[in-house]
């Protein structure tokens, strides 16, 4: 069936270094797109989102690159930090107004001080 | 603002035992969804409510898995009885509403880790 995948599962990161979480999705009907941030023991936080006539958003520190060519989407992080050690999801969202979401498997992010 | 509240935090029950979460939404948040969270994976739909109507339950394992939200407000998780794969976060989240186009925000909870053993 179609779903939404990560490349990688763990990235480590130097405190201060950007940071890409990639992202493959395979249903090209999905208009929408969506970042979280896990952090341990709490819920998913909404990070950023983007439309699938956009190919780029940017927010504060966070970028999300959409390429639906070959449907991926990434999430950059500028001067990671500490604070940004977490597992991020991106998400689908399918068209026609029906608000179901579907997560990707996560990539943990580990900022190295 | 108060965010969304989930209880308990923590449950760690027997298998064949009932157990049940219970969620509080954002005031005014009209959309009210329940997610279950293996380890290591994003969250999975169980059902989706607007208002008091479940509109969404076609992930929900209706044979040991109920939910309701009565007044359209609170909800709660029921499972009946539960087994050993059950072990996982369950998660409760909301959104303003999802009528019409487009996608609402939705603001989820801290989740309730079941231990089923």
């Known amino acids: 069936g179609e779903s939404v995948g990560l490349h990688l599962p763990t990235l480590s990161v130097q405190e201060g270094d950007n940071s890409i979480i990639n992202c493959a999705y395979s249903?090209?009907?999905?208009?929408?797109f969506i970042w979280y941030k896990q952090e341990s023991g709490k819920g998913p936080q909404f990070i950023i989102d983007i439309r699938s006539n956009m190919d780029k958003r940017q927010g504060q520190r966070v970028t999300v690159l959409l390429n639906k060519t070959v449907k991926h989407l990434s999430l950059q992080i500028a001067a990671t930090q500490p604070g940004d050690s977490a597992v991020y999801f991106c998400?689908?969202?399918?068209?026609?107004?029906?608000?179901?979401?579907?997560f990707g498997i996560g990539t943990k992010l580990q900022v190295i001080p | 603002e108060a965010g969304v509240v989930q209880s308990p935090r923590y449950k760690i029950i027997e298998k064949k035992q009932p157990v049940a979460f219970w969620c509080n939404p954002i005031s005014g948040h009209n959309t009210l969804y329940w997610y279950r969270q293996n380890l290591g994976q994003g969250p999975e739909l169980l059902i989706r409510y607007e208002n008091e109507e479940a509109v969404d339950d076609s992930q929900l394992p209706k044979d040991r898995f109920s939910a309701e939200r009565l007044k359209g407000v609170d909800s709660t998780l029921k499972i009946q009885p539960a087994e050993l794969g059950d072990s996982a976060v369950y998660l409760c989240a909301s959104s303003p509403s999802a009528a019409g186009e487009g996608y609402n925000e939705q603001f989820f909870g801290p989740g309730t880790r079941l231990t089923v053993l």
């Open positions: 998400a689908e969202n399918r068209p026609g107004g029906y608000q179901k979401v579907t």
């Open positions: 249903n090209s009907a999905s208009d929408y």
